[in-house]
């Protein structure tokens, strides 16, 4: 296979790497808008091409199948482009930032009948793997409820409006939350939905989102989910990603899953890196708190390698995968978006949102 890794950033880098490592791949080209940023990463994993031009390696004819790791605004053109070409595609999520790009994108792939994934990571969780395994043998009976909540720092949450004043917290990390409890459910995207929000710290540095959500969803099987994200804990909260709590009720069973690694603490003067911030470090961490995963003697282990390795062994074999299907990754980003209009106005908001 020959792979194009468009989006150079921290993410990109990790899926080239990963990509560079993979058995089955023969070419690997690079780009990204800053021509500094393709240069150093095409270095770093050896890749045959390095551009700044995305149209450019998408088309190269030993380019296979397209990676798409730009900035969550600029997902469209490029997956857009590898559909054209009828070259599979993996995208990081939220799939787009608007339902009706969503669309298009569903649309283009459905018409030339050409494979498109979502990153959705925390799919590819050890302990989320497990749990829906515990799901599918009926371990639990029927699934009739759940609960998640996630916690960072306002630092990550100011780098996320930064790079994009759309990809909130809502729409840009608890949609992990949304496509974990649709995929561990099973019951489909929710009909109803109902949340609250408190602004204060991300609104005073100039970001009118809130710092907190609360939400509940219902589905049409009768299951209700309660969702909860703040993005605004201090500066030097320990979570270098995602500290997280999930819950799965069923009617023969419950799922606790502590994803928050309080367990695994480490303080140091010399300081740590963050996993996505240049230029940040902590004192205290929670070890493996990153979403990604993390570097190990000279390996990276986690849910984005699992999940990068799984996508590349389906295309090279066949092998069934787990990545979010498009339409999956529709409906989590209808259903953030209904959570920041359902928070907004107070009201509870129905599914499928009108037009």
């Known amino acids: 296979m020959g792979i194009a890794v468009v989006g150079s950033g921290r993410i990109g880098t990790l899926r080239a790497r990963l990509a560079s490592e993979h058995p089955a791949v023969n070419f690997l080209a690079v780009s990204d808008l800053a021509e500094g940023n393709a ?30 790791s730009t900035s969550e605004g600029e997902h469209l053109e490029p997956v857009l ?23 298009r ?10 494979e498109v994934r979502v990153g959705y990571s925390r799919r590819y969780k050890d302990r989320y793997l497990v749990a829906k395994e515990q799901i599918v043998q009926g371990r639990v009976g029927k699934v009739i409820g759940g609960a998640a909540r996630v916690y960072n720092s ?31 459910l099973d019951a489909g995207a929710p009909v109803e939905v109902y949340a609250r929000g408190q602004k204060g710290v991300l609104k005073a540095a100039g970001h009118d989102v809130d710092d907190v959500n609360w939400a509940i969803l219902n589905y049409a099987d009768g299951a209700v989910v309660n969702l909860g994200v703040c993005y605004a804990l201090p500066e030097k909260y320990p979570s ?26 480490m303080y140091t003067e010399q300081g740590i890196p963050h996993v996505y911030l240049p230029d940040h470090t902590v004192n205290m961490v929670f070890l493996g708190s990153g979403t990604p995963g993390d570097w190990a003697l000279g390996d990276f282990w986690g849910p984005i390698a699992n999940e990068t ?11 069934q995968c787990v990545l979010a299907t498009p339409q999956e990754a529709r409906a989590n980003l209808e259903t953030t978006l209904a959570i920041e209009l359902a928070a907004g106005s107070g009201k509870q908001v129905k599914l499928p949102l009108s037009r």
Do not use: F
């Not at 482009?81 to 669309?103: C, F, H, M, T």
């Not at 994108?105 to 050409?114: C, E, H, L, P, T």
């Open 309 to 319: 390795r799984a996508w590349l062994d389906h295309l090279a074999t066949g092998r």
């Open 105 to 114: 994108i569903i649309a283009a792939a459905q018409k030339a009948g050409v």
């Open 240 to 265: 270098l990603g995602h500290a997280a709590r999930v819950e799965i009720l069923g009617t023969e069973g419950v799922i606790i899953l502590d994803d928050d690694h309080t367990d695994q603490l």
């Open 81 to 103: 482009a590898a559909i054209e070409l009828g070259k599979p595609v993996l995208v990081e999520k939220p799939i787009a930032l608007s339902v009706p790009d969503a669309d």
């Open 39 to 68: 240069r150093k990463l095409a270095q770093q994993v050896g890749a045959q091409v390095c551009s700044t031009n995305n149209r450019e390696i998408i088309a190269r004819p030993e380019v296979t199948a397209v990676i798409v």
């Open 154 to 184: 306002r630092s990550q949450a100011l780098a996320m409006l930064k790079r994009n004043p759309g990809a909130t917290p809502v729409v840009d990390a608890l949609t992990y939350y949304v496509d974990l409890m649709n995929w561990l």
